[in-house]
């Protein structure tokens, strides 16, 4: 199993691009989060989803942030425009159930310039 | 709302020598603690729930709810044990929404 799958793994881009980050749960999980990792903030959840429906956006930071999980296999992270001060790494989890380990994937760092 | 802190930024300590790393956290609920550990080049990952009261690698980590700390603790360091380490709380009973804290880096010197 390769686990939770990130991609990219590195993103570069220009102030005003619109971004999306992937993410693919292990399978049989029926929870994903998405979080965002800064030196200033630390580790933050930003949305989390059960059985594909989001459950709680309250860290999203702003309307430029949006999140999709269409399927039990993929989800999105939409940033549009993006800034510079959304660099940061982006991770995500997956788990079989509520209050389960989460099981986090390798990360996306994204840097804006 | 819920907080964690972790004081240290980074702990270094001499192979062999007792690690502690400390967390204290505040929330209005019943809490859940867990501690996630991150090694080098590796994914974020579970090292131990303080409902399972059990050691791994080592580690151990008790909730005292009346000083509100979880610290994680090892008597004898090993060096494969410098990592990334952050303390992590949740509702009790099967809460999702994890709150995280700073991290300590913890560095094991021959």
């Known amino acids: 199993d390769a686990g939770v799958i990130q991609s990219p793994r590195h993103e570069v881009t220009e102030m005003g691009q619109e971004v999306t980050l992937r993410c693919k749960p292990i399978s049989g999980h029926n929870s994903l989060f998405w979080y965002r990792q800064t030196m200033m903030r630390g580790l933050e959840l930003l949305i989390y989803?059960?059985?594909?429906?989001?459950?709680?956006d309250s860290g999203m930071p702003e309307d430029r942030f949006s999140a999709k999980m269409p399927n039990a296999s993929f989800s999105t992270l939409k940033i549009q425009p993006s800034e510079p001060r959304d660099s940061a790494v982006y991770f995500c989890?997956?788990?079989?159930?509520?209050?389960?380990?989460?099981?986090f994937g390798p990360g996306t760092r994204l840097t804006v310039t | 709302a819920q907080r964690v802190t972790q004081p240290e930024k980074l702990l270094s300590v001499f192979k062999g020598a007792p690690v502690e790393l400390k967390c204290n956290y505040s929330y209005s609920g019943s809490p859940e603690l867990f501690w996630y550990v991150q090694y080098s080049r590796q994914r974020l990952q579970l090292l131990l729930r303080?409902?399972s009261r059990e050691s791994i690698k080592g580690f151990t980590a008790d909730l005292n709810k009346g000083e509100t700390s979880f610290h994680l603790k090892k008597p004898f360091a090993q060096e494969e044990d410098s990592a990334m380490y952050y303390c992590?709380?949740?509702?009790?009973?099967?809460?999702?929404?994890?709150?995280f804290g700073t991290g300590t880096q913890l560095k094991v010197e021959l």
């Open positions: 989803f059960n059985n594909n429906v989001p459950i709680d």
């Open positions: 303080h409902i």
């Open positions: 992590v709380l949740t509702q009790a009973g099967g809460g999702n929404k994890l709150t």
């Open positions: 989890a997956s788990s079989p159930g509520t209050g389960s380990e989460q099981y």
